[in-house]
């Protein structure tokens, strides 16, 4: 019995030996199969391979900046119109929503008794210019009756002198007292014309006025620009609500700007026409140019701008403005952006790199320039900017390729190929 215990003992320790060498097995079997994540030591990594960048990128990389404002996008322009219930009801409305307008162009009308004002005064000075047409025409009647008279008498004058009669004496006599009964008659003739043209220009002054004021019942456009909303309804609403809300607004979008305030520490570091950089607070993929057109010297506290409750009191800050460059699809009224404030260099169309991408070599300046994927050392003219940056004058276009300076690269290697210091 305890023969047959010990090789019953001896079985289970085989067994359990076998099993263990067959779960090695498999186990080294399974990492064999399985790719390794370890790299050989010498494979290839992009830190030494020839890489290439375009240098529009290498632009954007440059444009370092230690001061990033926030601002809000206005339009040049804004005219805000109300209802003045004061004047009248509005009688036409001659503009809608989305029209183009023009500065002086005609908005609405106010329906105001000023019409039938304006018209009688038309009138009346349409009849005075009647009545100036009839006094001429019965003074020069008038002038035409007295030289007839001093026609005849002249005639019979001289008939006396050469008979001498008593016939022709008493005649004269006659026709003289005629002569001053008609140029009596012709003053007072233009007497008339003169009362009836002075009648004539005080109606004309008053139709003018009158117009004026009819003038005033019709509202024109203070600036060009776009209709950009139309309040219809108002037209029936209370007084109360007339003299509150916009009856319509317009929208001068000639000229995009971006308005903001810059704090007393940071307007030294800002200053008219610098270049700035502009990303949409949503997107910061949308980006748009500009540049500084006011800094201004009069905080916001002193020019009477309300502060906001969470600013901080003992930090003045200082309005600025930035017009937007044209370029592309524009940013949208109202919206909020970051304004980069770039160095004066950055000025549109200037290529300036950072100086780790030139190379000197004989008095000489070079980079790296990509051609059908091979690098050649490329000669270029630059001026340093500052500590870090190279504006390129000549040699290099913005659309041109350019491969990042790395010991051991040499002319005709390929974009990707190994770099072997």
Do not use: C
Not at 171 to 181: A, M, N, P, R
Not at 220 to 247: C, H, M, P, Y
Not at 264 to 271: I, P, Q, T, V
Not at 274 to 299: F, H, M, Y
């Amino acid at each position: 019995m305890r023969t047959a215990g010990k090789n019953s003992k001896k079985r289970i320790i085989v067994s359990s030996f076998i099993i263990v060498v067959i779960i090695v097995v498999a186990i080294i079997g399974i990492k064999g199969l399985s790719p390794s994540s370890e790299q050989p030591i010498n494979a290839s990594t992009p830190e030494n391979q020839v890489e290439e960048k375009i240098v529009k990128a290498l632009i954007e990389e440059s444009k370092t900046s230690d001061l990033i404002l926030a601002g809000k996008v206005t339009a040049n322009n804004t005219n805000k119109i109300k209802i003045d219930p004061d004047k009248g009801t509005v009688k036409e409305i001659l503009v809608k929503e989305g029209d183009k307008v023009e500065k002086g162009q005609a908005l609405f009308t106010y329906q105001t008794d000023q019409q039938m004002k304006t018209k009688e005064a038309e009138l009346d000075a349409e009849a005075k210019a009647r009545a100036v047409e009839v006094a001429r025409s019965s003074a020069s009647i008038k002038w035409d009756a007295y030289n007839k008279k001093l026609s005849q008498l002249n005639k019979a004058r001289d008939d006396y002198n050469k008979e001498n009669s008593e016939e022709l004496k008493s005649e004269i006599k006659s026709l003289e007292s005629e002569v001053d009964q008609a140029y009596t008659e012709g003053l007072t003739g233009d007497n008339e014309v003169k009362n009836a043209e002075s009648d004539l220009e005080k109606a004309q002054l008053m139709q003018t006025n009158e117009q004026e004021r009819l003038g005033a019942d019709t509202i024109v456009a203070d600036n060009a620009g776009t209709i950009k909303s139309l309040n219809a309804d108002l037209i029936n609403q209370s007084k109360e609500k007339q003299r509150e809300e916009n009856f319509m607004e317009i929208i001068d979008d000639s000229n995009l700007f971006v308005s903001g305030d810059i704090n007393e520490f940071d307007r030294e570091k800002a200053s008219v026409n610098q270049p700035v950089e502009l990303i949409d607070r949503k997107n910061k993929e949308k980006t748009w140019k500009g540049k500084l057109v006011q800094v201004a010297n009069l905080s916001s506290d002193e020019a009477g701008n309300d502060k906001k409750q969470d600013e901080d009191p003992n930090l003045s800050k200082f309005p600025y403005k930035v017009l937007i460059d044209k370029e592309g699809e524009m940013p949208i009224i109202g919206s909020h952006v970051y304004v980069k404030v770039l160095p004066k260099e950055f000025e549109k169309g200037k290529i300036i790199l950072n100086k780790k991408y030139v190379l000197s070599k004989d008095d000489k300046q070079y980079v790296w320039k990509v051609e059908n994927k091979k690098i050649k050392m490329h000669v270029i003219k630059g001026t340093p900017l500052g500590e870090n940056l190279v504006e390129v004058n000549e040699g290099l276009a913005q659309t041109d390729k350019i491969a990042i300076p790395k010991d051991g690269m040499e002319n005709g290697m390929e974009v990707g190929e190994d770099v072997k210091p």
